[in-house]
């Protein structure tokens, strides 16, 4: 991706995508019920001087996310035109320019690693402007530059994410970190299995113990300040087999994508160096691959985790919460943190309940997980809160460890999983995120491909954001 620039006018040449209105779009030659400016309806005009997409904003509430869904489109279609320098007509929007310019590139984004040349994209975007009118020029840019940060770095998590675990194995996602960490002035922790050992984390490698490819703890710290930090812990499961519980054969593929809240927790990091927050920011990522073999841990066995806390297993598939319980113990023990979130594909049940759009937030604060629920709202990354409650506790109370990972029964799975963790937490102010749902998608959206998403991303870096307004800066 080349320059993204703010401009008053929209410019004469080139291609263009104009947002219209129900109701207010009239062409010699072009009937309604061809085109009205129905809900991101397009229309392809072609003039001497180039190509224009005009998208439909419907005849409801104008929002950001409905901005940032119009953008997409009509870059999408530009783009598969071949277009490689695209203006985006946000005069009657200015306030959203940001927004839509984050649309436009999410919606460029193709992975395309693994085609055959001659299939694969023959341009690229090299340009893409913003018109804005007569807005305050400074902060539209501001916004525009922050959204450019926004959506690169949910980008390179979905560039991560649409690896195949052949590829993204946890010693590969330790160095991606590591590359990432002497780039962007970031330091960068990362725990072996000889470390893991030595420290105590069973959990992490009990669930990797099956695998060739050995597990690693990964952390990156982002400190501007010495204060208490954000701490934000990911799953990654490189693959995801089940284990001795093996899955089905039926989508078994889609496993590779059970990194994905580790990967998340990359992207979380990139954006907060590149934006310089002010807010200090720590990311733990628990790595490891899920496989069967005559190492592999059981159903029945008994884990003692990081800190002490013993585990009984029932399922060797409900491991997502075996290498949290370590990674969310050692984040409280050595970061003290401010406040926990973790993200991780934990639950199927997460998306029976809300289905593949929206990620399950659960707090036992209800002003914390109501703002994430707010923040969703805004970002374009929904969520809707799930229950915590005793009656989940109860449901995994083990008769020979502290907790069995598994309740044994259908009814609450997704509250079940956040249960489990909460053990893990003390009383640290806590958010869990069950992105299992929309971390990955299987048809075309408005500006996302099929594959990874980023979920959480842009979510967690507006929180920071509303952080850092209260941050004294240094």
Same mark, same amino acid.
């Given at each position: 991706?080349?320059?993204?620039?703010?401009?008053?006018?929209?410019?004469?040449?080139?291609?263009?995508?104009?947002? /219209?209105?129900?109701?207010?779009?009239?062409?010699?030659?072009?009937?309604?019920?061809?085109?009205?400016?129905?809900?991101?309806?397009?229309?392809?005009?072609?003039?001497?001087?180039?190509?224009? %997409?005009?998208?439909?904003?419907?005849?409801?509430?104008?929002?950001?996310?409905?901005?940032?869904?119009?953008?997409?489109?009509?870059?999408?279609?530009?783009?598969?035109?071949?277009?490689?320098?695209? @203006?985006?007509?946000?005069?009657?929007?200015?306030?959203? *320019?940001?927004?839509?310019?984050?649309? #436009?590139?999410?919606?460029?984004?193709?992975?395309?690693?693994?085609? &055959?040349?001659?299939? +694969?994209?023959?341009?690229?975007?090299?340009?893409?402007? #913003?018109?804005?009118?007569?807005?305050?020029?400074?902060?539209?840019?501001?916004? /525009?530059? +922050?959204?450019?940060?926004?959506?690169?770095?949910?980008?390179?998590?979905?560039?991560?994410?649409?690896?195949?675990?052949?590829?993204?194995?946890?010693? /590969?996602? *330790?160095? $991606?970190?590591?590359?990432?960490? #002497?780039?962007?002035?970031?330091?960068?922790?990362?725990?072996?299995?000889?470390?893991?050992?030595?420290?105590?984390?069973?959990?992490?490698?009990? %669930?990797?113990?099956?695998?060739?490819?050995?597990?690693?703890?990964?952390?990156?710290? @982002?400190?501007?300040?010495?204060?208490?930090?954000?701490?934000?812990?990911?799953?990654?499961?490189?693959?995801?087999?089940?284990?001795?519980?093996? $899955?089905?054969?039926? @989508? &078994?593929?889609?496993?590779?994508?059970?990194?994905?809240?580790?990967?998340?927790?990359?992207?979380?990091?990139?954006?907060?160096?590149?934006? +310089?927050?002010?807010?200090?920011? /720590?990311?733990?990522?628990?790595?490891?691959?899920?496989?069967?073999?005559?190492?592999?841990?059981?159903?029945?066995?008994?884990?003692?985790?990081?800190?002490?806390?013993?585990?009984?297993?029932?399922?060797?598939?409900?491991?997502?919460?075996?290498?949290?319980?370590?990674?969310?113990?050692?984040?409280?023990?050595?970061?003290?943190?401010?406040?926990?979130?973790?993200?991780?594909?934990?639950?199927? *049940?997460?998306?029976?309940?809300?289905?593949?759009?929206? *990620?399950?937030?659960?707090? !036992?604060? !209800?002003?914390?997980?109501?703002?994430?629920?707010?923040?969703?709202?805004? #970002?374009?990354?929904?969520?809707?809160?799930?229950?915590?409650?005793?009656?989940?506790?109860?449901?995994?109370?083990?008769?020979?460890?502290?907790?069995?990972?598994?309740?044994?029964?259908?009814?609450?799975?997704?509250?079940?999983?956040?249960?489990?963790?909460? @053990?893990?937490?003390? $009383?640290?102010? =806590?958010?869990?995120?069950?992105?299992?749902?929309?971390? =990955?998608?299987?048809?075309?959206?408005?500006?996302?491909?099929?594959? %990874?998403?980023?979920?959480?991303?842009?979510?967690?870096?507006?929180?920071?954001?509303?952080?850092?307004?209260?941050?004294?800066?240094?």
């Amino acid at each position: 991706m080349g320059a993204v620039l703010t401009v008053e006018e929209l410019p004469q040449q080139g291609d263009r995508v104009v947002f /219209v209105r129900k109701g207010e779009f009239s062409m010699p030659g072009v009937p309604p019920e061809e085109f009205d400016g129905a809900k991101l309806a397009t229309l392809l005009w072609r003039e001497a001087q180039g190509r224009t %997409v005009y998208v439909g904003l419907g005849d409801g509430p104008v929002t950001a996310d409905l901005l940032r869904k119009a953008a997409g489109t009509g870059v999408k279609l530009l783009r598969k035109l071949g277009g490689e320098e695209i @203006h985006l007509d946000c005069t009657a929007y200015p306030e959203w *320019a940001g927004v839509a310019v984050e649309g #436009a590139l999410l919606a460029s984004y193709r992975f395309e690693d693994f085609r &055959m040349p001659e299939s +694969r994209s023959k341009t690229m975007l090299r340009t893409l402007t #913003a018109a804005v009118g007569k807005a305050d020029s400074g902060k539209v840019r501001a916004e /525009v530059e +922050r959204s450019v940060i926004l959506a690169e770095a949910v980008n390179y998590v979905r560039q991560i994410g649409n690896q195949p675990a052949n590829v993204v194995t946890p010693a /590969v996602l *330790a160095e $991606k970190a590591r590359e990432l960490a #002497a780039e962007w002035r970031l330091s960068c922790t990362i725990l072996g299995p000889k470390e893991l050992e030595e420290g105590g984390f069973g959990g992490i490698l009990a %669930v990797g113990k099956g695998s060739d490819n050995p597990p690693r703890l990964i952390v990156l710290e @982002h400190r501007p300040t010495d204060a208490p930090p954000v701490v934000v812990v990911g799953k990654a499961v490189t693959f995801d087999s089940g284990g001795i519980s093996i $899955k089905p054969g039926e @989508h &078994m593929d889609e496993m590779k994508f059970d990194k994905m809240g580790g990967c998340a927790v990359l992207g979380i990091l990139l954006a907060a160096s590149r934006l +310089r927050l002010p807010v200090p920011l /720590v990311g733990v990522v628990a790595s490891a691959e899920n496989m069967p073999s005559a190492r592999a841990y059981r159903p029945g066995d008994v884990i003692r985790s990081f800190g002490g806390k013993t585990i009984e297993v029932l399922n060797t598939d409900a491991e997502g919460r075996i290498l949290l319980a370590d990674a969310i113990g050692y984040a409280v023990e050595r970061f003290a943190p401010r406040v926990l979130f973790d993200l991780a594909t934990l639950t199927g *049940a997460c998306i029976v309940a809300l289905g593949r759009n929206r *990620a399950g937030v659960f707090s !036992p604060d !209800p002003l914390l997980r109501d703002r994430l629920w707010q923040l969703g709202e805004e #970002a374009g990354d929904p969520v809707w809160p799930l229950p915590l409650g005793e009656e989940f506790g109860e449901a995994i109370r083990s008769d020979v460890a502290l907790v069995k990972n598994v309740s044994g029964a259908r009814e609450g799975g997704a509250s079940v999983g956040a249960a489990f963790l909460q @053990h893990w937490v003390g $009383k640290i102010p =806590w958010v869990h995120l069950d992105i299992a749902g929309p971390a =990955w998608v299987n048809r075309e959206l408005p500006y996302l491909e099929k594959g %990874v998403t980023g979920c959480g991303v842009r979510l967690l870096i507006r929180y920071l954001l509303s952080l850092a307004t209260q941050e004294p800066r240094s």
